[in-house]
């Protein structure tokens, strides 16, 4: 079992920036990658950046260049950075951890709730 605990979403202007923080604990030590997904109003849950045990990073077309994710594994967290904001990132956003195995396993967060005002 993983257990996820997400932090740092909020209310900001476009343009401006957040941090979301992701902390994990638990079965950690069989952990593929992790990341951050979100879901909007009305629609499906999608990518938005992820991180692999070794440190390869893979990005939504729409957040390059503007979002960074990072990990700290000493402290077995998980960060990203928002720079640039749009109202249509607006979403709550889901911290992921994918497990190795086969098949392997996807553990969620409770989501954190990111509002950006035009």
């Known amino acids: 079992q993983v257990q996820l605990v997400e932090s740092g979403g909020g209310l900001v202007q476009a343009g401006g920036s957040l941090r979301l923080s992701c902390g994990a604990s638990g079965s950690i030590f069989n952990l593929r990658a992790m990341g951050w997904y979100r879901q909007a109003p009305g629609k499906q849950r999608e990518l938005v950046a992820t991180?692999?045990?070794?440190?390869?990073?893979n990005y939504a077309d729409s957040v390059k260049g503007r979002f960074t994710v990072s990990r700290d594994s000493a402290k077995n967290t998980v960060y990203l950075q928002m720079n640039g904001l749009k109202p249509e990132d607006t979403a709550v956003y889901y911290c992921?951890?994918?497990?190795?195995?086969?098949?392997?396993?996807?553990?969620w967060g409770q989501g954190t709730q990111v509002t950006v005002s035009s």
């Open positions: 992921n951890a994918l497990t190795w195995g086969l098949p392997p396993f996807n553990y």
């Open positions: 991180i692999t045990s070794g440190g390869s990073t």
